[in-house]
């Protein structure tokens, strides 16, 4: 599962599903981005609602072996301890805001999960061009926006608030 369908965790399904993985969920709060994760090779989007707790919502991804935590927020990465099955693993990729996160060590430490932190452009750049380039990611649903070199500065400020809008 990928907590977070921003840019990082749209790339994330799209490499896994470049490594043939089938059973993709992505969870976010915008149903933009859902969206997009699903042209991107998601089987199933999870909407998260940050006003209930994670771990009400948490059923949903399935209990995967796996949770990749990509929002770079304290919600996601509750969620992620949560969702993943026990005995799993978490991979920590999303930037956290400030040098502190709550973590709910308890129940990490009931279900003995394991955690990974993850560098994201840790010498990977050629991998993920020649996946780019051989077509075996398609980048085109993360687009939210197009123009020429002119349009750069209006093109970066529309999409500024992080938020994808449907092309």
């Not at 599903?17 to 933009?32: F, N």
């Not at 026990?86 to 709550?102: C, E």
């Amino acid at each position: 599962a990928v907590i977070g369908a921003g840019p990082v965790g749209l790339c994330v399904v799209a490499a896994l599903r470049a490594l043939k993985r089938t059973r993709i969920v992505s969870g976010d709060v915008e149903p933009a981005r859902l969206r997009a994760a699903g042209r991107m090779g998601a089987a199933k989007t999870v909407r998260v609602s940050l006003t209930r707790p994670m771990r009400d919502q948490a059923a949903a991804f399935g209990k995967p072996p796996v949770v990749i935590e990509a929002g770079g927020t304290a919600s996601a990465l509750d969620l992620a301890i949560h969702a993943v099955a026990p005995g799993g693993t978490v991979m920590i990729i999303g930037i956290m805001d400030g040098l502190t996160v709550p973590v709910n060590l308890h129940a990490a430490r009931r279900k003995e999960l394991n955690f990974i932190n993850v560098r994201r452009s840790n010498g990977e750049i050629k991998q993920a061009l020649a996946l780019v380039v051989s077509r075996r990611v398609n980048l085109r649903p993360m687009l939210t926006h197009s123009g020429g070199l002119a349009d750069a500065d209006r093109l970066f400020r529309n999409n500024g608030d992080g938020t994808f809008t449907d092309i």
